[in-house]
């Protein structure tokens, strides 16, 4: 019985680790898209809003295109773009492996122990008590397997779109 216990829980471990590598991988690509695309959002806008000649006046233009100087390499709004990208993809990697994190949850959670059945005072028998780990590591497995399936490999990807 203890070997069953190290066994799941080890395997519950591995799993809830697998998912958090994920997010974090997830979240670390999301982050530079974020900074790679909000830069670029940014220095448009900065772009349009200084080529726009609202008042024809030299002070106002110069006035312009000096902020447009201070505000295109700032680096604080990298890294905002960069931390709502990774919160972004974290969250992402998270809500996609839901069930294999419950499941590891379930099976870390769930006792082994063999416990006695009282009736009227009188000891009956020992039960096991594993069932409930038994179904988190059958679950745990089950929602690899899905997971793998899914998005590993391309059975379930739609391919009409070239007809």
């Known amino acids: ?78 890294i905002i773009h960069g931390t709502g990208g990774y919160l972004d993809g974290f969250m992402e990697g998270l809500t996609r492996n839901i069930p294999t994190l419950g499941f590891a949850a379930l099976t870390l959670a769930a006792k082994t122990k063999m416990k006695d059945v009282v009736v009227n005072g009188v000891t009956k028998q020992k039960v096991n008590h594993a069932s409930l780990k038994t179904v988190g590591v059958v679950g745990l497995g089950l929602s690899v397997l899905w997971n793998f399936l899914k998005y590993g490999t391309s059975i379930f990807e739609r391919k009409d779109y070239l007809d």
């Open 1 to 78: 019985m203890q070997i069953y216990k190290i066994l799941t829980n080890t395997s519950a471990i591995i799993a809830a680790a697998t998912v958090a590598y994920e997010a974090h991988t997830m979240g670390t690509r999301k982050s530079a898209e974020n900074v790679k695309l909000g830069g670029a959002k940014d220095t448009i806008r900065d772009t349009i809003g200084t080529s726009k000649l609202n008042y024809p006046s030299p002070i106002y233009n110069e006035t312009k295109k000096g902020i447009f100087k201070i505000k295109t390499p700032n680096p604080f709004k990298d």
